[in-house]
């Protein structure tokens, strides 16, 4: 099992930043991680991905360029730099984690069990 907890959401003007957080515990050893939002009315859709140890990432065309993740082994917490937010980009974010020993990163919704409760980003214009 794997627990996750999210922070660092908020309310921003468009142009600005935001950093997300999301804290992994129980059996995380090489577990991948992403973020997925969720806007009203709307599927659930991958943002980010990075892989166990941190060395591959992806991203969706969306968000490319404008948005980073990264990840801190040592505390089990994944991030997600956002800047040059978009109104568009409001949306309830969730964490999201594989089970164990999983190789590289993954945009697939299916390949998460675990989710966290999520996060509000309110992007105004």
């Known amino acids: 099992q794997v627990q996750l907890e999210e922070s660092g959401g908020g309310l921003v003007q468009a142009g600005g930043s935001l950093r997300l957080s999301c804290t992994a515990s129980g059996q995380t050893y090489s577990v991948a991680m992403g973020w997925f939002r969720q806007a009203p009315g709307k599927e659930r859709d991958f943002v980010a991905g990075?892989?166990?140890?941190?060395?591959?990432?992806g991203y969706a065309d969306s968000v490319k360029g404008r948005f980073t993740i990264s990840r801190d082994i040592a505390k089990s917490t994944i991030y997600l730099q956002m800047n040059s937010l978009k109104p568009e980009d409001t949306a309830m974010y969730y964490c999201a984690a594989t089970r164990p020993y999983y190789n590289g990163h993954t945009e697939a919704r299916t390949d998460y069990p675990y989710w966290g409760q999520g996060t509000q980003v309110t992007v105004s214009s």
């Open positions: 990075v892989s166990g140890f941190g060395r591959t990432t």
